[in-house]
């Protein structure tokens, strides 16, 4: 095997999703454990904490079934089993709920970290996309159920939240629509955050296809100008081979 196939591989479309999962998931955790969620904003995380949970559990599965259904993987396994816990359902055992959201947390960026580990994304930019269409929509759903209670607040429905998320993404910020509430400020700075790396990351790809083809050019011409000098030699010495010796 090649050093540069061991050391690099390429992402499933399982990966992507455990990737957006596992990243959703640390939003909410900020989201709950930072702001102060209004109730609706509150049983809205819930119900998309429902779904990773889910998620989560079916990714145990498949971890399991990567690991030849071995008895050893549940030394650890069961970590995964307990981070799948929908929150909402021991939401009033309170103790548990602030040890599983640190469980959670922990589980969700040792997950991205094991995913992305030796992993060449910068071949594939549709990754990148599919997160940040993900977080997107994903923000754009929670910022109406975080901003329209606000007294004076300028996201009211799903078109200001698309048009504000759109313009955050994008890191333009025209400023005629903005977050008032905490919960609403933080899924904000989440967005620009993911817009500025997303849009670093295209013109990080792009630049490395660019220097990429152009050292392929120049071994091109390389190769080509080698190949004209032997001809030229070879040319050379049949020229010489023609003339009689003397």
């Not at 992402?11 to 109730?39: Q, R, Y």
């Amino acid at each position: 095997m090649s050093h540069s196939t061991s050391q690099t591989k390429k992402l499933s479309f399982w990966d992507v999703l455990v990737l957006l999962a596992s990243i959703t998931s640390i939003v909410i955790l900020l989201i709950e454990t930072f702001g102060a969620p209004l109730e609706d904003t509150l049983k809205l995380l819930h119900s998309f904490d429902l779904v990773i949970c889910i998620f989560f559990g079916l990714d145990v599965i498949v971890g399991w079934n990567k690991a030849g259904w071995s008895m050893r993987y549940w030394k650890w396994g069961w970590l995964n089993v307990l981070a799948s816990i929908p929150i909402a359902n021991i939401y009033h055992i309170g103790q548990f709920v602030r040890a599983l959201r640190v469980l959670r947390l922990v589980r969700a960026i040792y997950k991205f970290k094991s995913v992305t580990h030796r992993t060449k994304i910068s071949e594939n930019i549709f990754d990148a996309q599919i997160i940040a269409l993900g977080f997107f929509i994903f923000c754009t759903v929670l910022i109406v159920h975080a901003e329209k209670a606000a007294p004076n607040a300028t996201i009211k429905d799903y078109g200001d939240a698309f048009w504000w998320a759109l313009v955050t993404l994008t890191t333009v910020g025209y400023g005629d629509f903005y977050p008032l509430t905490t919960e609403g400020k933080i899924i904000a700075a989440i967005l620009m955050l993911i817009g500025i790396g997303l849009f670093g990351y295209i013109s990080a790809w792009i630049t490395s296809k660019l220097i990429e083809q152009g050292q392929k050019d120049e071994r091109h011409s390389l190769a080509t100008l080698h190949k004209e000098v032997i001809e030229l030699k070879e040319e050379i010495k049949h020229l010489r081979e023609s003339f009689p010796k003397k």
